[in-house]
C-alpha cells in the first residue's frame, strides 16, 4: 500500500509539473480572445460579402482574409509569448 501511495504520489506531481502556469494560461487566454474576435470580424466581413456584389464583395472577401491572417499572427504571437513566459518562470 505504502508503494501504491509513492508512485500516486509521484504521478500527481509529474502531472501538476506539466501543467501550464497561471500567468501563462493568462497570456494564452488574452492572445486567445483576441484571434477569436478577429476570426468573428471575418466571419461577419464574409457574410457581408455574400449579400454584395462585384468589387465591393471582392473587397469585403479582401478584408475578411486579412482578418483572418491577423488572426493566425495573434495566436503566433500568443504562443511566443506563452513560450517566453514559460521560460522566465523556469529562471
Do not use: I, P
Not at 1 to 14: E, I, N, R, W
Not at 75 to 84: I, L, M, P
Amino acid at each position: 500500500m505504502k508503494t501504491f501511495v509513492t508512485v500516486l504520489g509521484l504521478a500527481s506531481m509529474v502531472a501538476l509539473a506539466a501543467c501550464d502556469s497561471k500567468q501563462e494560461n493568462k497570456v494564452e487566454n488574452a492572445y486567445e480572445n483576441k484571434a477569436d474576435a478577429l476570426e468573428n470580424q471575418a466571419d461577419n466581413m464574409e457574410s457581408m460579402a455574400d449579400n454584395l456584389s462585384g468589387n465591393a464583395a471582392a473587397a469585403a472577401e479582401n478584408t475578411a482574409d486579412k482578418l483572418e491572417n491577423k488572426a493566425d499572427a495573434t495566436r503566433e504571437a500568443g504562443e511566443k509569448a506563452e513560450d517566453a513566459v514559460e521560460k522566465a518562470e523556469k529562471k
